[in-house]
Structure formats: C-alpha cells, structure tokens
C-alpha cells in the first residue's frame, strides 16, 4: 500500500524553526520527485517546495525563499522541509506529496503531484 506520512508540525513562534519529515512506505521514495505543498482552510493547496530525483534540483514558492530547504534521504525512505524564520502567513497544513507515475526527466520535480499524506498542521504564533 503506497503511503505518505508527515509528522514534525507543531506550534512555533515567530522568527523560530521546525523540521517536516515525510516518510514513504511501500514504494521506493527514489523513484520519484517529493513536493511540499501546504493549504490554509478555505484557500488552494500551494506547492512550496519540490526536490528532482536526481542532480539534487529543488524548487521554492518565492514567500519561503532562502527561509525554507528541502530534502530527501532516500536510504530513509524520507523527505525534509526545513522551516526557518517562520512567520505568521506560514500557519496552514503541510502535506508531502509525490506523482502517481514515473517522471520523464529524473532532474526535473515541477510535475503534476497526485498521491498525498495526510498533512501536519504548523501554526507560528506569538
């Protein structure tokens, strides 16, 4: 059964920091590119990072630009979000994600994500 785990959400305060992991079962995480997405209630899901494959691309929403680093061991079977200088507008469920099929360009992860997990709520208040 292809699954998704995240865990590591939290509350935090402003200017603080947390560690999203997101653990793969019953797939190998390698084959496939890892997206973080996260939504607020009544509002789309955004992506906010993805990591390639291969040749470590990554790609960031510009509002967690040089604050937020994705990641991913793959011998763990396990992807990363690393938040810093965590504001307010950061508050929202973050979910991990991967394509349901294989990718056509390994070093590439803008792609269309369609198997999710269940999200962890980050909430950064005062």
């Known amino acids: 059964q292809v699954q998704l785990k995240e865990s590591g959400g939290g509350l935090v305060q402003p200017g603080g920091s947390l560690t999203l992991s997101c653990v793969a079962s019953g797939f190998p995480l390698d084959e496939y590119p890892v997206g973080w997405f996260r939504q607020v209630s009544g509002k789309g899901r955004e992506m906010v990072a993805c990591?390639?494959?291969?040749?470590?691309?990554?790609e960031y929403a510009d509002s967690v630009k040089g604050r937020f680093t994705i990641s991913r061991d793959d011998a763990k079977n396990t992807a990363y979000l690393q938040m810093n200088s965590l504001e307010p507008t950061d508050t929202a469920i973050y979910y991990c994600a991967t394509p349901s099929t294989i990718v056509p360009d390994p070093s590439a992860c803008l792609y269309d994500y369609h198997d999710w997990g269940q999200g962890t709520q980050v909430t950064v208040s005062a």
């Open positions: 990591i390639s494959i291969t040749d470590n691309k990554q």
